[in-house]
């Protein structure tokens, strides 16, 4: 008997992201030395001291149902981070804590969108963005960033984009899947085109925040642009600063009655999130910060490396980032080279032919390219790179 699922399903496809890391892990399984590259995650161990508060919390009994919106001491560590690192004021009624960013992103899309509304994404965008509006019987509505304008969108363009039904703007600074990041004048200069649009609410999604190597310091839009502070939702989380990824802790910071909606959305359908993770992502965020710019040290390397060796390979061109642990390549020289139609034939013929698993650049909204993670050790990256150019020719 084949059940009928709802029309909500039907609307969305798997995560791409998660599919890519899936399939390599089951080909891995089957005997396959396979050399994944789809994950986005940190290769490291969560630092000891962070994995000891967990640990702690365990021991401790501290094992039950949370507050559904987080811990005071976890809310207390969120809202001191906000001010150290982004200048940015919040109080506990304005901090929401969740499984992971992806959660937060979601609780945001749920209480906020109405059928029919848009929800304004720049392209190449994440993943998960327009399929959670569509969860939400939202429209998104894309602004195309390709590579010659160094994957960013312009104010003209955010313009152009912004309509009467438009209810929600999603920005990823630095970006996955691109590393492209916003200067502090060129976010200046979006929030200018917001302002103007005041039915508009932003969501900022600085997960790669600590992942840097700009020219300049990170900077969050509200932090450029304080006259959106009522209508910003500041999302950030653990996960990938800290080595975090299975733990799921993601926050926010936003306008309380909007914060009160998404607590209202997430009591309803997870409650709390983990309290063992709550104990550990507040000694991550308050204690010392030496793990983070460590890592930062590790990825900013393998970036140059891996940027550098996808140019040299044959039809590939990839622009160099500001942070995440993405390179985001053109590949659409090499397909015709190979006589491949799109990305996704191509991504295949990577995993079959040459054992390397990326993510297709479709799933990120910008066909003709791939994603590949390098948050993997130097001599996987090299390996990848030598099997890559073996491929190629
Ligand atoms: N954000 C990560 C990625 O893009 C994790 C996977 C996901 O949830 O999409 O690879």
């Known amino acids: 008997m084949t059940i009928e699922v709802s029309h909500r399903v039907l609307r969305v496809k798997p995560s791409p992201t998660l599919a890519v890391t899936a399939r390599a892990a089951k080909l891995k399984a089957e005997g396959k030395d396979i050399i994944g590259l789809g994950a986005g995650e940190p290769d490291f161990d969560t630092p000891a001291h962070i994995a000891e508060a967990g640990i702690a919390a365990i021991r401790g009994g501290f094992t039950r ?167 910003t939702v500041t999302i950030n989380g653990v996960s990938k600063s800290y080595a975090m990824t299975g733990w799921r ?66 039809g590939v061109s990839c622009q160099p980032g500001f942070g995440t642990f993405y390179a985001f390549a053109d590949v659409s020289q090499a397909m015709a080279n190979l006589g491949l139609r799109d990305d996704n034939a191509f991504a295949e013929r990577l995993i079959t032919d040459a054992l390397v698993a990326v993510v297709p650049g479709s799933g990120f909204g910008a066909p003709g390219h791939m994603r590949l993670s390098f948050a993997c050790s130097m001599a996987t990256l090299e390996k990848a790179l030598e099997r890559l150019r073996k491929f190629l020719g």
């Open 65 to 231: 149902y949370t507050n559904v919106d987080g811990i005071p001491e976890l809310k207390d560590a969120i809202i001191a981070k906000f001010q150290r690192d982004n200048g940015l004021t919040y109080a506990r009624n304005q901090v929401l804590v969740s499984a992971g960013a992806k959660h937060t992103i979601f609780n945001l899309m749920m209480a906020l969108l109405n059928p029919g509304d848009e929800v304004v994404i720049p392209a190449p965008y994440w993943v998960s963005y327009p399929d959670m509006a569509l969860l939400a019987d939202a429209v998104p509505v894309f602004i195309p960033a390709g590579a010659s304008q160094g994957y960013k969108i312009t104010p003209a363009q955010l313009e152009a984009a912004l309509t009467p039904k438009s209810r929600l703007f999603i920005l990823n600074s630095p970006s996955n899947p691109t590393g492209a990041a916003y200067t502090r004048r060129e976010l200046e200069a979006l929030g200018a085109v917001l302002a103007r649009h005041p039915r508009v609410v932003i969501g900022t999604d600085d997960m790669y925040e600590h992942i840097w190597w700009g020219p300049e310091p990170f900077c969050s839009l509200v932090t450029a642009c304080p006259a959106l502070y009522d209508r």
């Open 249 to 314: 802790i993601g926050y926010c910071g936003g306008p309380a009655g909007l914060i009160t909606a998404m607590g209202t959305i997430q009591g309803q359908s997870t409650s709390n999130p983990t309290s063992i993770s709550q104990k550990a992502a507040a000694v991550a965020l308050s204690g010392d910060q030496g793990c983070v710019a460590s890592m930062n040290r590790a990825f900013k390397e393998r970036h140059d490396f891996i940027v550098a060796g996808l140019n040299s390979l044959r």
